[in-house]
């Protein structure tokens, strides 16, 4: 047992020390880094690569969603801190998270290509937007409050990915929209979503938007619903309609 641990470590510690410590997927992902990183590119890649990164005599295109020297974070990350030698790409003096800020624009430019395929009407999906969708999300200032804020859902996912999002909502449902199921002693059920809970309380929006704190010390049970809230929109709108829908969250993201 001690043996095998021993062999372990000694197999760890070259393997972080290779990469000097930094971690192979980006941990700044949000859209503050993506601005951020934003203005790194302009500043010092744009001259070679184009203001949107669709390339340029001097560089390659970095949008198109495909790379020479390997699309993972780690590969995007080594080529920017290290250069790629023997070519004009320059090795970059940047600290860890300005790397990581720019990776994360630099993946914002191949998914806003990528969402380009969405040849979709922005106007009519404005329409369908607000009869189907803004009761549970919010854009800008107006809509619901049940499902995430979607002003700047095209900069974070991908066209295949906010197409899956309304054909399976149940696909990939992050914890904070899993649903709660409490049974009273009384027999009666209150459906909602999980805002907090301590030793004596559990509180819970339900499905028409009220906060409803329950007492623990009443409930004969409480079950957890991993699916979605959301409805699955397949079948209810057609592939054009879901692509408007999506044209207009993706011309959301370019008025930013
Ligand atoms: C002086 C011009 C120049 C500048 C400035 C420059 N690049 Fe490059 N970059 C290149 C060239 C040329 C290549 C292609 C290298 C090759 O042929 O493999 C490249 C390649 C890359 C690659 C690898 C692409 C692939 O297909 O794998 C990435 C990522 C990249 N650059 C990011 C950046 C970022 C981010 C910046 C700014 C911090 C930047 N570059 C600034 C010229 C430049
Ligand atoms: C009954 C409320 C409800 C309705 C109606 C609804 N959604 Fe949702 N939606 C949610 C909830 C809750 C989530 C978060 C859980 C999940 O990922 O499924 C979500 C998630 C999403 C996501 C994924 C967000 C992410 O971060 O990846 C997208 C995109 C989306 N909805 C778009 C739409 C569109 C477009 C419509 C209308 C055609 C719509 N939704 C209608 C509640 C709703």
Known sequence: MTLRWTAIAIFIVPLWAQHGSSPTVNPYSSADHEQAG?????????????????????????????????????????????GVPGTSMPAFALSGLQVW?????????GILHDVS?????????????????????????????????????AARRSYAELRESLRDPDAVVAPQYWSVIATMATGQTVRGIRLNEDTYSLQVR?????????????????????????????GKLSDGQMDDVIAWLTSLRSEQ
């Open 38 to 82: 934003a203005k790194l590119f302009r500043g010092q890649c744009a001259g070679c690569h184009g203001p949107n990164g669709t390339g340029t005599g001097a560089g390659p295109n970095l949008a198109s969603g495909t790379f020479l020297h390997g699309g993972s974070d780690e590969a995007l990350f080594r080529a920017i801190s290290k």
């Open 101 to 109: 800020e720019v990776v994360t624009h630099i993946r914002a430019l």
């Open 117 to 153: 395929q969405a040849k979709g009407d922005a106007a009519a999906g404005a329409t369908i937007f607000r009869a189907n969708c803004s009761r549970c999300h919010r854009v800008g200032d107006a809509g619901g409050l049940t499902g995430p804020d979607l002003t700047s859902i």
């Open 206 to 234: 339900d499905e028409t938007g009220r906060l409803v704190s329950l007492l623990k010390r009443n409930l004969k049970s409480v079950a957890l619903d991993r699916r979605s809230p959301m409805p699955s929109f397949a």
